[in-house]
């Protein structure tokens, strides 16, 4: 209660006032807004700071190019920016700007004229159309997108110009699958077929190519080499990221789907957490790039990232797996560490940016506290998927995952300016499906919850059980 309610949320709001500038951990004047990292950390002020993340969200526009792709971090008062050429940063525009219009409706957004960071203008719906425009024209050999730099992971950064990477891969066909839900809903008929169809492409093609017998290859070097894979010589045999988006995407099947979260449960999970990758590179691979230059079970180097657990979390609550999600999100959980303040050694109310693995003599010591993307996406986790009250651009969906043993919960939300007291009971001890909702005593088909004029109060009772609505 006291995380989600007061302290994660307190901390969001810190990490998207202060972006990653200015702390004790990234000192001096060299970094500069995150197109990524800022991207992220409008998640989860957007229902107390809508006009904010709106605004944001603009300044953040204005730094893509023409061509889709974008600064990777910039300076708002120079203007001058870092041209890096990561892989990912345009994507996260998608994120940002669908989950605004889940939160607020406010389709108009996207009719906004936004200038580009090269001259000229467009809506912002074209820049999120050619920000999947860019990813799909710069592919390599089996058809997925180059690597560029580096991509969410900033320490894979010397594979080489012809490297592909399958998380960016994976990241592509969620952010095209989510453009297409939105084009259809404002008509653009057009866009949402080609969209669909870029999709199943790129769905195709990573799980024809990136397929390892048992999870997703992480990356593809320059010489096609996979990188994440099991036969891997030393580091690096299994990665997280590709294991978790392959569920988030919606690209993985069902038997992939399980596989790859397995292999996570059974080579990445820790009793602190999960892994960023292992084993951890015990070698300084200067083809690989930075990541080991971090010694074993820290940060990138197979540390637990706490950015990347909460994915983890989604996957498995997309799984149908209450329990595990719950697990995965209390092993990271700061207050739930308390107990351990001796190992944890950082403040008991605020996520880090990592913590680190069984890999390292420190295990378990948590470390960078504060600015980091964990404290958007473990609220989004805990809130959306965990207790599954999640924004849809018709309402307030629910959609619960919790472990067996929960017999209830209440949870009061303000959405689009009303208030929804909901309460959820859960009878049959599941750990997902839905019997019935009823709304202000009325029961509702389905379970997207009416839109009710702004300052309203409305009492929601949910039923879980098997067999239910959205069961699996
Ligand atoms: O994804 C990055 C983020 O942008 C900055 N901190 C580290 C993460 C993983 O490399």
Redesign the pocket.
């Known amino acids: 209660n006291r995380m989600i309610n007061v302290w994660n949320q307190y901390q969001c709001r810190i990490t998207f006032n202060w972006a990653?500038s200015a702390s004790f951990y990234e000192s001096g004047i060299g970094r500069g807004i995150?197109f990524?990292?800022s991207n992220q950390d409008c998640l989860w002020v957007l229902h107390v700071e809508p006009s904010s993340v709106k605004q944001r969200i603009i300044d953040l526009a204005k730094n893509q190019f023409k061509k889709g792709n974008s600064f990777h971090q910039y300076f708002p008062l120079t203007k001058a920016g870092d041209k890096s050429g990561y892989s990912d940063d345009h994507l996260w525009l998608i994120v940002s700007t669908t989950n605004y219009i889940k939160e607020t409706g406010d389709f108009d957004f996207l009719k906004c004229r936004v200038p580009f960071a090269d001259g000229g203008a467009a809506t912002l719906y074209e820049h999120l159309m050619r920000a999947i425009g860019y990813s799909f024209k710069n592919c390599g050999r089996h058809g997925m997108p180059l690597l560029g730099y580096a991509d969410?992971?900033?320490?894979l950064n010397n594979l080489g110009k012809e490297a592909e990477s399958v998380w960016v891969a994976q990241f592509l066909c969620y952010a095209t699958k989510e453009l297409a839900i939105l084009a259809k809903l404002i008509s653009k008929e057009k866009d949402y077929s080609r969209l669909n169809k870029l999709y199943q492409k790129m769905r195709r093609i990573i799980n024809r190519c990136a397929w390892d017998g048992s999870w997703y290859i992480r990356i593809f070097d320059h010489k096609s080499r996979p990188v994440g894979a099991k036969n891997c010589k030393e580091g690096g045999k299994i990665y997280l990221n590709t294991q978790s988006w392959a569920v988030l995407s919606e690209i993985a099947d069902n038997p992939k789907a399980f596989k790859c979260m397995d292999a996570v449960k059974k080579n990445l999970a820790t009793e602190h957490g999960i892994k960023l990758l292992a084993p951890a590179y015990k070698t300084f691979y200067p083809y690989i790039g930075a990541i080991g230059t971090f010694a074993p079970g820290l940060k990138?180097n197979a540390g637990i990232?706490c950015?990347a657990n909460p994915w983890a979390v989604i996957a498995e609550t997309k799984l149908g797996r209450g329990n595990l999600a719950f697990s995965y999100y209390k092993r990271i959980l700061p207050a739930a560490r308390n107990a351990i303040a001796h190992i944890q050694k950082t403040e008991p109310y605020v996520y880090s940016?990592f913590i680190a693995s069984d890999e390292s003599p420190e295990f378990g010591r948590s470390r960078n506290s504060w600015l980091t993307?964990s404290a958007s996406w473990n609220l989004v986790a805990a809130s959306s998927y965990i207790l599954g009250i999640r924004p849809d651009y018709k309402g307030l969906a629910i959609d619960p995952c919790i472990p067996k043993k929960w017999t209830y919960f209440k949870v009061k939300r303000v959405f689009r300016g009303a208030i929804y007291h909901i309460e959820v009971r859960n009878p049959e001890h599941v750990s997902s499906g839905i019997k019935s909702i009823a709304v202000d005593g009325k029961n509702i088909s389905g379970n997207i919850l009416p839109l009710f004029k702004p300052g309203t109060s409305h009492l929601v009772k949910v039923i879980m059980g098997r067999r239910g609505l959205n069961a699996r």
Not at 152 to 155: A, M, Q
Request: proline residues 0%; glycine residues 16%; aromatic residues 16%.
């Open positions: 990653r995150g990524r990292d969410w992971n900033d320490c990138e990232f950015h940016q993307g």
